[in-house]
């Protein structure tokens, strides 16, 4: 039989292993079977508990310095996610695994309030949805992310946040109030307006209307909104930077940003798989242009090229995403978020214990 199964509502169709695994293990076809199987996956979830939840980043082509990530792994299931191959230190596969074997931070409200409160803490804005989406599918009931949320709002400090969901509009109550402050800003993901592609590519993730309407949801309540054009994918979603831009900003986005695909590690070999199984017919031209826009590679690791490629494809899309920007009135001002509101906690926070048990917070 065929060992790779397309589980319904999953992005990746293998287990591929981890880097560090003895044994590797990957699908393969032996001719038996002409169609793969379908099947179901269950998500399943263990709480950790770190002793920070703040992750701090220097690289000069990310534009924050300090992030929280209320989740490892992310039941979105986008097939292109760099964060996949965090999941090899877990032992755990960067594929299947990485979206149906989660971790969650229910303490990372309490842990964040002990942070803060550090006489050395000094005030940025801190990024939400960096590596896994803060609002991907079991913050519904988990509600880790509302309650960093809150601890930031109680503390007025700034805080930025990238999502594909449109469950971020749930949390309103306390985004709306930190945007009157100047505290907040928030950004939608777009990665194709076409549903079948969407379906295939971010099995779990808000379809693109939906999205569309958090903008709009957003930007109506006053909250800075933008969108985000990525991953670009060559001879795949590329073509819809201009629709993309467009609905956006009919929505109310005010700023607007786009990414190349990035196939670091075992995500390149992901990728390939999954353009076998979808997308036979474009494998070999989505995989010879994007190597055209990454030096010959299908993967950049260096600082600055990693996000937009180099060559002259490259500059024909910077060059295509100004003029976009610049019709449709986007990136017209920069939004600074405030820093001098900010109050620290309060009290002798270190007294908090840390021990493997349910946060408390609302």
């Keep these: 039989m065929d060992s790779r199964a397309i589980y319904k509502g999953r992005g990746s169709v293998s287990k591929r292993s981890g880097r560090y695994e003895l044994l590797q293990r990957a699908a393969f076809s032996d001719g038996w079977s002409n169609q793969p199987e379908q099947t179901q996956l269950k998500t399943e979830v263990t709480d950790e508990f770190p002793k920070s939840v703040i992750a701090r980043n220097k690289s000069p082509d990310i534009p924050f310095d300090q992030s929280i990530n209320p989740y490892r792994g992310c039941e979105h299931g986008c097939v292109y996610c760099f964060a996949r191959p965090s999941h090899a230190y877990m032992g755990l596969s960067p594929g299947l695994d990485f979206e149906s074997q989660l971790f969650a931070k229910p303490q990372a409200a309490e842990i964040l309030q002990y942070e803060l409160s550090k006489k050395s803490y000094k005030v940025k804005p801190i990024a939400l949805g960096t590596n896994t989406d803060p609002y991907q599918p079991i913050e519904r009931d988990r509600r880790i992310t509302r309650q960093v949320l809150s601890v930031l709002a ?183 978020l405030r820093t001098d509101l900010f109050r620290p906690p309060e009290g002798d926070q270190l007294g908090f214990d840390f021990g493997p048990r349910r946060s408390a917070l609302a």
């Design 154 to 336: 109680e503390h007025d400090h700034p805080v930025t946040i990238l999502t594909k969901s449109r469950l971020v509009v749930r949390d309103l109550d306390i985004i709306v109030p930190m945007a009157r402050k100047g505290l907040v800003k928030v950004a939608l993901s777009m990665t194709t307006m076409d549903h079948s592609l969407a379906r295939n590519l971010e099995p779990r993730a808000s379809m693109p209307q939906r999205r569309l309407d958090a903008i709009k949801l957003l930007a109506d309540a006053g909250v800075p909104t933008g969108v985000m054009f990525a991953p670009v994918i060559p001879a795949l979603n590329d073509h819809e930077m201009e629709q993309i831009l467009a609905a956006a900003a009919h929505a109310g986005a005010q700023d607007a940003s786009y990414l190349l695909l990035r196939l670091p590690l075992e995500v390149a070999e992901l990728f390939e798989e999954w353009l076998e199984e979808y997308y036979p017919d474009r494998k070999k031209r989505v995989l010879n242009r994007l190597k055209a826009l990454r030096g010959g590679r299908l993967n950049d690791p260096r600082f600055i090229h990693r996000m937009k490629g180099k060559g002259f494809e490259a500059d024909l899309m910077r060059q295509r995403f100004t003029n976009l920007c610049r019709r449709l009135k986007l990136n017209q001002k920069t939004t600074n």
